[in-house]
Every structure is written in C-alpha cells, then in structure tokens.
C-alpha cells in the first residue's frame, strides 16, 4: 500500500513541476512574439513604448496613465504572488516525500493531503496527492 501512495506523491510532484515547466515555456513564446517587454502608452508618437528589463516594464505600467496598463500591472503581481507560494509548496512537497519515504507513518502524509485538496481545486496535479493522502490517512487510521 505504501509503495502505492510514494508512486503517487513521486507523479503529483512531477506533474505539479511540469506543469509550471508548461506555462513558462509558453509565456516565453508569447513574449517572443514582442520586441521586449512593449506596452501600450497613447502619450507617445507610435502609441507603444518598449522596456528591455521586466521592472522597467512595470514601472512604465505604472507610469504610462494607461487604465488598461493598470489592470495588466495588478494581473501580473496577482500571477507572481501566486507563484511564490506555489513555488514553497513544490519544495514542500518533495521533502514531504523524502519523509514519507523515510517514515511512512509520518505527520507530512496529512500535508500530502492538503496539498491533493489545495492542488484538485486549482488544477488536476493533486489528483495524485489527493488518492496518496487517503491512502496514507486510511492505512495510519487503521494501525
């Protein structure tokens, strides 16, 4: 039963990885289709500006007095605060597997859990997590 739930928490963690791997790739080819980092700011002669570094492409969102620079400013800081978090849960999730592996009676078997619920209700990478947590939950209820 154990060997099952480490198989799980080992796909969950590789999905969960590649899934990331995914997106950035794919925010690179969407970056690629741009000159740099451009924006749309009506004050200048051909209504674009263009930043070649990642902060200077917020600040001149900032500065621009654009609404619509604005609302793209507040969606990328939402996506970078979600992204750090995200990022400590991947952590967080290996070590919880190199725990479980060590001690399959482990407390980090209900963190596994969490993160299959936490993980189910944003993407399907906790599928994985969230069967390996039941499984882990059930057999430790038992003994």
Not at 11 to 34: K, R
Not at 36 to 43: A, L, Q, R, W
Not at 57 to 83: D, E, K, Q, R
Request: hydrophobic share 55%; aromatic share 16%.
């Amino acid at each position: 039963m154990q060997n099952k739930a480490h198989n799980l928490i080992l796909a969950g963690i590789i999905l969960n990885i590649t899934q990331w791997v995914v997106i950035f790739i794919l925010l690179q080819n969407i970056f690629g289709y741009f000159d740099g980092y451009t924006i749309f700011n009506p004050n200048v002669t051909n209504g674009s500006m263009q930043s070649f570094r990642f902060i200077d492409w917020l600040m001149s969102m900032i500065y621009s007095g654009v609404p619509f620079n604005y609302l793209v400013f507040i969606a990328i800081v939402t996506c970078l605060l979600y992204l750090i978090p995200t990022a400590i849960f991947i952590i967080l999730e290996v070590v919880a597997y190199f725990m479980i592996r060590k001690n399959d009676h482990s407390s980090w078997s209900t963190f596994i859990l969490a993160m299959g619920i936490k993980n189910v209700l944003i993407d399907l990478s906790g599928i994985p997590f969230l069967v390996a947590g039941l499984l882990m939950f059930k057999e430790n209820k038992t003994s």
